[in-house]
């Protein structure tokens, strides 16, 4: 089946770094991936959709220069938080369709950011 | 707009019992895809069923089905035969098939099942 991977799995850092994390399609070309925030108990919030070689379409309400997206190729996105802040710790999750099929999203396994 | 509607926060269920979990959308395109992911504890979502639009019979995946009712907008999932190990947090989600095929989630129900 279609394996989505990010990394790193968990991250901490010091408040004002930027973190990067990266989303890849394992097995398969992924035209558009996606990522979402997920705070404790509630659902996931879509930030933005990349498309590979195109700008991000972020979300309303999402600070395009805190998150910066980038989609360099059919199999990466990442996704860096920059200046990262306290109330920026949250868990990240991406996932990616492929252009055929039902529009399936493969998610990848999440990333925990937590910012000190 | 779309939308989707969980009205269950949370649910209990004995082991071994079924247990239908409510997912309610609203679209007014007439192509659309309905999905439902199971997320543990730690966090990854794991698919679990579809129910295209335009499909006819309800979608079954083993312990699975899709209780899918076009003229209500209703895409209860039943999980029958419930196990320990389907205690999580389980998300209604419909994508339109045009555009970018962005998935539009509900709040989610979490269900605990009880040995």
């Known amino acids: 089946g279609a394996v989505v991977s990010q990394h790193p799995s968990w991250v901490i850092c010091k408040s004002g770094t930027s973190v990067k994390i990266e989303c890849r399609s394992l097995d398969f070309q992924a035209t558009t991936m996606f990522w979402y925030r997920q705070f404790p108990k509630q659902s996931l919030m879509l930030m933005a959709t990349?498309?590979?070689?195109?700008?991000?379409?972020?979300e309303q309400g999402v600070e395009k220069d805190k998150f910066l997206i980038n989609h360099a190729s059919l199999t990466l996105s990442t996704l860096t938080v920059t200046s990262a802040h306290p109330e920026d710790s949250s868990f990240y999750i991406c996932s990616a369709r492929e252009s055929q099929g039902i529009g399936e999203q493969y998610f990848g396994p999440g990333t925990r950011l937590t910012v000190t | 707009a779309q939308k989707i509607t969980q009205t269950q926060p949370g649910m209990f269920v004995q082991e071994k019992e079924a247990v239908t979990l409510d997912c309610t959308y609203d679209?007014?395109?007439?192509?659309?895809?309905l999905f439902w992911y199971k997320q543990p504890s730690s966090g990854e979502m794991i698919f679990l069923i579809y129910?295209?639009?335009?499909?006819?019979q309800n979608a079954t995946e083993g312990r699975y089905s899709l209780n899918f009712q076009k003229a209500r907008k209703s895409a209860n999932l039943v999980i029958s035969a419930s196990q320990l190990g389907d205690s999580a947090m389980y998300f209604c989600?419909?994508?339109?098939?045009?555009?970018?095929?962005?998935?539009?989630f509900g709040t989610g129900t979490r269900l605990k099942v009880l040995a």
């Open positions: 679209t007014s395109d007439p192509s659309y895809g």
């Open positions: 989600a419909m994508s339109l098939t045009s555009g970018t095929y962005k998935y539009i």
């Open positions: 129910q295209g639009s335009y499909d006819q």
């Open positions: 990349s498309n590979e070689g195109s700008k991000a379409t972020y």
